[in-house]
């Protein structure tokens, strides 16, 4: 039996991180966060991400929905309107509406949803340990043993369970799998990059007709990449747009791409599009805008997301390719589900009538969240190819192929991913 309280380290205070903190904070659980960065971000880290309808309900179960959508940044995108790089219309893809699903997709600063999490854990006065860099694991009979460096000093704890949520990047991962003794994959470049930058819309003369409430979401395929753009705040005074092309690897340094040498690249390589992407990256090139490179990173499907005391949660389980828009609501999924398993399992073995057995539990998880989650990653890869450099057959090929899904495409085809809820998420 397992008469204390369960001690619970969580590595990672990003998304997956706060939101799984926050649930256990309702139980009967000791839970403490370790974050390798030095503090609360500062400034506005990340670009804009959509939060899809199932992730919405995630942040419902915690209380935080609206406390997310009363700030500044946060516009329903039910539909995506899809054009071509000549500025032809291609179609509109459903993305999830508030009639249909209680939330609609909502784009939102990254910051914004992050800061909504980390607000509630310092209401909550949760125990989180900032510049703690988990270093590796060891697990026993009756614990697994945690070891940090914290502010330069090493640090270590005995849990009854580690919950991995370090994103793609993820120490816990090769180190759990250390444990399994199994092989681990590592994240691979997947010759993908996206970069972009939060721009006023004024500064592009003509764009906040193009972009509106009823079409607050355009994405844009070409020959030679892709360029996104959306409205995410409400007085529609920014854009956020994004670029994903083909570039060839780089070291983590050289992924740090100046600023001007970045922009002079786009601008080759998009000259001949339609409004607005030639005078969205000039207008970039003019401003101090803080440009975001995002290399995108994949790790092969994992055999294994738990071990006997560990389990891996969002980026650190199954780093999502950014094509889905499903990154921030999967992370979110994960959290929400581990609570709920977590749930059951606490309140009986704290009450002294079941015995807790972690490992069952854990693999119940996976087997529950494995099948959703791959195929969200699939569709994210195949969305992904559809983004790399085409040759001019290949290209009016897909533009037909889209032309005709868009046609028949009907709201009930998001069904699956948005109007997903995670089991007994309205009864925390
Ligand atoms: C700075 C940043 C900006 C992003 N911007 C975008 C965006 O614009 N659009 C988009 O679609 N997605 C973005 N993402 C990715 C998106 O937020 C994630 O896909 C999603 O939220 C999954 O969340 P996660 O909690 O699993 O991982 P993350 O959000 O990556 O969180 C992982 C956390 O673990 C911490 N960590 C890592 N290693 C350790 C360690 N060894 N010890 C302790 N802590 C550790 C990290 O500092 C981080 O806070 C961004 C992620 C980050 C970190």
């Known amino acids: 039996m397992c008469a204390h309280k369960p001690e619970i380290v969580v590595a990672g205070g990003g998304i997956a991180g706060a939101a799984i903190a926050l649930f256990l904070s309702r139980l009967n659980a000791n839970v403490i966060v370790l974050e390798g960065r030095p503090g609360r971000p500062t400034f506005a880290e990340g670009g804009i991400l959509m939060l899809a309808p199932n992730g919405m309900h995630v942040l419902g179960g915690l209380g935080l929905a609206r406390t997310l959508l009363q700030r500044d940044s946060g516009v329903q995108v039910p539909w995506i309107t899809i054009n071509d790089s000549a500025g032809g219309h291609i179609g509109k893809v459903p993305q999830g509406s508030e009639e249909r699903y209680g939330f609609a997709s909502t784009m939102v600063m990254r910051s914004d949803l992050h800061d909504v999490l980390l607000d509630e854990v310092e209401r909550k006065r949760l125990d989180v340990k900032w510049n703690a860099q988990v ?9 697994v043993l945690v070891r940090w460096i914290q502010d330069g000093l090493p ?4 849990a009854d369970l580690l919950i991995g949520a370090d994103g793609t990047w993820s120490t816990v ?7 399994l003794g199994l092989s681990v994959p590592t994240p691979e470049y997947s010759g993908l990059v996206g970069l972009g930058a939060l721009t006023n819309i004024d500064s592009v003369p003509g764009l906040s007709d193009l972009l509106t409430p009823d079409r607050p979401c355009v994405m844009i395929h070409g020959r030679q990449g892709f360029v996104g753009m959306a409205i995410f705040d409400r007085e529609r005074k920014k854009v956020g747009w994004w670029t994903t092309h083909e570039a ?8 740090k791409i100046p600023k001007k040498e970045a922009l002079v690249k786009m601008r080759e390589r998009y000259s001949d599009w339609a409004f607005p992407v030639p005078q969205l990256i000039a207008a970039a090139e003019a401003s101090d805008d803080q440009l975001f490179v995002w290399p995108v990173f994949q790790v092969r499907k994992l055999e294994r997301w ?4 560990t ?3 969002g980026d650190a389980a199954h780093a999502m390719p950014p094509h889905s828009g499903q990154g921030a609501s999967q992370a979110l999924e994960d959290a929400g589900y581990l609570a709920y398993l977590l749930r059951a399992q606490i309140e009986s073995a704290v009450s002294g009538t079941k015995e807790l057995d972690w490992t069952p539990l854990l693999a119940q998880f996976q087997m529950d969240r494995q099948p959703r989650v791959n195929e969200i990653v699939d569709e994210a890869n195949r969305r992904g190819s ?9 290209y009016m090929m897909k533009k037909w192929i889209m ?13 699956g991913w948005f109007g997903y809820k995670v089991p007994g998420i309205d009864e925390w």
């Open 135 to 143: 270093q590796s694991i060891e697990e026993s009979d009756d614990g």
């Open 155 to 158: 640090h270590e704890k005995k």
């Open 173 to 179: 991962r090769p180190s759990m799998y250390d444990c």
């Open 248 to 255: 060839p690897n780089r070291t983590r340094e050289e992924w």
């Open 306 to 309: 738990h071990s006997r005391r």
């Open 311 to 313: 389990v891996l949660i």
């Open 386 to 394: 559809m983004k790399k450099d085409q040759s001019v057959l290949g």
């Open 403 to 415: 032309w005709i899904m868009f046609m028949f495409m009907r709201e009930s085809w998001g069904d």
